[in-house]
């Protein structure tokens, strides 16, 4: 329990640092764009939004920096994130409540997915070292040093032409609407079968090769060898002594890496025009849309965060030393 | 956050028997190259390094010139075909190579000399100091670091090379730091660094020559890490049309690219050349990684004959903390321990 409370500290910690990062980023921004959104918006904006983007952007002249800072924060815990300049009328938080469920969908799978998987192909590799396993790591190793976008644009060239079966852009056919029915959500999966397929493709030798690597090292403890000699099976020796201790480093490496991770998937959206937080961000920095991109930046944020606190929950449910104390 | 996240540093917190005889280590020194994986990665990373450096002399054209041949395949004189301006993509990708193996290197120096300065220190002094620092790089590692560099590049109209170096450089220390905190504190205690303070060393002399030597492989392995991720971020703010597009890289062909819709117009070779440099200099990187590894922990070397004929005609397959015995030649010498031991 102690373990956990810790890590709920720091995370809140880092959340904390982040929010305070993004009242500062805007700050550096040269120039004052609320007063260009108002220019081009003449009349119809409120004088609500006004206000609430000028805390955003740190215009009010006549407040010092930690009035500022107070403001920002009350603002924030209204869940008022300012107004999306693309999406004109609309809040950043309604943009973002649209296209986060994408990316959790999308993102969020895959990388479970391929953290599972591969972690699989490991146990495999690093138990029956010198198989066929491992002819397979220098051709995986150059899939995943290929950028993710570059790769979703071969596959974009290879399998979505004009007739073929994998759409090559958005999140569902247009002019459906979004819904659970028999008409939406076949639509949605076919949509998203490509982008996934591309970030397994090129995420999953990373497990592969740390899987490998600590079941190589376990291996060679004394405990496998007392467990070969009570003359337990094989496939009890790998799973339940070998793996299971090599999993630990891996379920950490896995928390940490997350934000790598996330940063990288996001761009496959990009290139396949796929509705979730990843496009929006690269819609947002074309047309400078200064709170749509802090805006996203927090919640990706906190969503790392999130699954942080999640893999740490598995953590503690594999390692029964965490929670002796 | 006990669990170290490297296998380096699961082999390390070992004794290991004495150092060999100085003859055998001499005659192996360039056992590291010895290594099939990071003697082709060094080969493919010192032809890009090359590149770089007379990439845009041999270009045979400017990058920037517009020809009549517009949009061609690759032919004789267009060897990686044209752009739909008439431009030469193979100039391109040679002019191209420079800019990212600067930002390659100069945001990979920067972060290493920022992991070292504050993962050693970290390690070293603990107490307040490492709490204070570790939390700072653990919050630096958990903050996705994509998203915010595409963030602050943005806010700077046209970033040069050398202001994306830095910005990636500042963002990208924090997994060497960590890496080098765990290793520092397991080496901090050793008996030599404990002989070293006994014998009234300075503290700086101490990190210096007692501990820094001993950590080479691991910054070394960090340094080429991040290259992998400064070069990827690099290409990646390219392409998304953030840094400047004045100035070639990879990325900028792969903006113009996907800008042109090259793909629907079946012109595969404006895409296809950048993405097989950047995948080609990635995997580079990545097998002189495996090769740090490798040379550090033998253990984790791949290949080999793991099946072998016994004595009495039998075969038995090898298993990970088996000492082959049968031919002289494969004799296991312990390699980690005459590097571990620099200091006397």
Excluded: C
Aim: proline share 5%; no cysteine; glycine share 10%.
């Amino acid at each position: 329990m102690r373990f956990l409370l810790q890590r709920v500290a720091f995370y809140l910690f880092t959340a904390w640092a982040a929010i305070t990062l993004n009242f500062f980023i805007p700050r550096l921004v040269p120039g004052d764009p609320v007063q260009s959104l108002i220019s081009r918006n003449q009349g119809r904006i409120s004088a609500d939004a006004i206000a609430s983007l000028r805390v955003l952007f740190g215009l009010d002249s006549d407040r010092n920096l930690w009035e500022q800072y107070v403001a920002y924060w009350g603002q924030l815990l209204h869940g008022d994130l300012g107004l999306s300049f693309t999406f004109f009328p609309a809040p950043v938080s309604q943009v973002i409540g649209d296209s986060l469920p994408w990316t959790v969908g999308l993102v969020g799978v895959t990388t479970v997915v391929s953290f599972l998987l591969g972690t699989a192909l490991g146990v495999g590799a690093g138990w029956r070292r010198g198989s066929w396993i491992d002819g397979l790591l220098p051709a995986t190793t150059f899939l995943s040093s290929i950028p993710y976008f570059w790769l979703g644009l071969v596959a974009i060239a290879l399998f979505a032409g004009p007739g073929s079966f994998f759409p090559s852009s958005g999140g569902y056919e247009p002019g459906l609407v979004p819904a659970f029915d028999a008409y939406f959500l076949p639509s949605a999966l076919q949509h998203s079968i490509l982008p996934a397929a591309t970030i397994l493709v090129s995420s999953m030798s990373g497990w592969i090769l740390s899987m490998r690597n600590m079941m190589v090292t376990v291996a060679s403890e004394d405990y496998i060898t007392v467990a070969h000699a009570k003359g337990l099976s094989e496939r009890r020796v790998a799973l339940s002594y070998a793996a299971r201790n090599a999993l630990l480093p891996n379920v950490s490496g896995f928390a940490l890496s997350l934000g790598f991770i996330v940063g990288g998937t996001l761009l496959v959206e990009i290139v396949f025009s796929y509705p979730g937080l990843g496009f929006q961000l690269f819609q947002a920095v074309g047309a400078k849309d200064y709170p749509l991109m802090q805006g996203i930046f927090l919640i990706i944020t906190i969503s790392v965060l999130v699954a942080n606190l999640l893999a740490d929950v598995a953590y503690l449910l594999l390692d029964p030393r965490t929670r002796k104390s | 956050m006990t669990i170290s996240p490297s296998s380096i540093e699961q082999v390390i917190p070992g004794q290991g028997a004495m150092a060999q005889p100085s003859a055998r280590a001499r005659r192996r020194r360039f056992r590291f190259v010895a290594n099939p994986k990071a003697a082709t990665g060094l080969v493919v990373l010192g032809v890009y390094a090359l590149l770089a450096v007379i990439g845009p002399w041999i270009a045979p054209y400017d990058p920037d010139a517009r020809g009549a041949d517009v949009l061609q395949a690759p032919s004789a004189r267009h060897w990686f075909g044209t752009t739909h301006l008439g431009q030469d993509i193979f100039s391109q990708i040679l002019v191209g190579a420079r800019s990212v193996m600067v930002v390659g290197l100069i945001a990979g120096v920067l972060a290493t000399i920022l992991s070292i300065l504050i993962g050693v220190t970290a390690g070293y002094l603990g107490g307040a100091a490492d709490e204070g620092l570790s939390a700072v790089s653990n919050v630096f590692l958990v903050i996705p670091a994509l998203p915010l560099i595409i963030i602050v590049t943005s806010l700077v109209d046209r970033a040069s090379d050398l202001l994306v170096a830095l910005i990636i450089g500042l963002t990208s220390w924090a997994w060497g730091a960590r890496v080098l905190r765990a290793q520092t504190l397991s080496l901090r205690r050793r008996d030599y660094v404990e002989a070293a303070r006994a014998t009234g060393e300075r503290t700086w002399r101490i990190i210096g020559f007692e501990i820094l030597p001993n950590l080479t492989a691991i910054i070394a392995s960090g340094f080429v890490g991040t290259v992998i991720f400064a070069v990827m971020s690099e290409i990646t703010l390219a392409f998304i049309g953030i840094s400047s597009v004045s100035s070639w890289n990879w990325g900028t062909i792969l903006f113009w690219a996907q800008g042109q819709q090259a793909l629907a117009q079946g012109a595969w070779w404006w895409f296809v050349p950048a993405g097989l440099a950047i995948a080609l200099l990635g995997t580079a990187l990545a097998l002189i990684n495996f090769g740090i590894d490798e040379f550090v922990s033998p253990r984790l070397r791949t290949g080999g004959r793991t099946r072998i004929r016994t004595a009495d005609g039998r075969t038995v397959r090898m298993r990970v903390g088996f000492t082959p015995v049968l031919a002289p030649t494969t004799a296991a010498v312990p390699m980690q321990d005459t590097r571990k031991d620099v200091t006397p």
